[in-house]
């Protein structure tokens, strides 16, 4: 693995990419994309890279396979295409890639979101799993539900020192087979 060996304080740093599926968005205003850079780097994080594509599920599928297949990049962050209009194909795109789906990590994201959107949370189809031991988490659009996810569910799941358990403790395992 490529992440630096754990400090004495028990951290981990993480190479992390991101990308962001929009038909509109570039870098000058892809406030989800720059959220979550600012979110993991402040964290102690490193990017990895990172990326904007439109809303095709060969294109997301094309980066995330390249990222999955990278023994640089641990952890890979989609934001968009998680809705239920006809452009919105991330987890179409990113599903069939999974070794693993993490069920719970869609489930507490659209609990988190409740709490702050009310019910427009059923529109999210926000997904977790693992690929190739890499794990993958596709986020919505907004800048408010990329908060919620890292904030609540991202930051302390990819830091080491989370008890009583955490997925950067799973890495080294993620490619057993059984």
Request: charged fraction near 25%.
């Amino acid at each position: 693995m490529t992440e630096r060996q754990p400090e004495e304080s028990g951290f981990l740093s993480l190479p992390i990419a991101v990308l962001t599926v929009s038909d509109s968005r570039t870098d000058a205003d892809d406030k989800s994309g720059a959220l979550l850079v600012e979110r993991l780097r402040a964290n102690g994080h490193e990017l990895a890279d990172k990326r904007i594509v439109p809303d095709d599920i060969y294109q997301v599928r094309a980066w995330v396979s390249r990222w999955i297949a990278d023994e640089g990049v641990r952890v890979i962050l989609t934001t968009g295409g998680t809705g239920v209009t006809g452009r919105d194909t991330t987890p179409e795109a990113v599903t069939p890639l999974l070794d693993v789906q993490v069920e719970g990590f869609g489930e507490l994201f659209r609990h988190l979101s409740f709490q702050e959107i009310g019910s427009s949370t059923v529109q999210s189809r926000a997904i977790g799993g693992v690929a190739n031991g890499t794990l993958v988490f596709c986020l919505p659009g907004s800048s408010g539900a990329c908060r919620t996810a890292w904030d609540g569910i991202l930051q302390p799941q990819l830091d080491l020192r989370t008890r009583p358990c955490n997925f950067v403790s799973l890495i080294p395992r993620m490619r057993e087979r059984g």
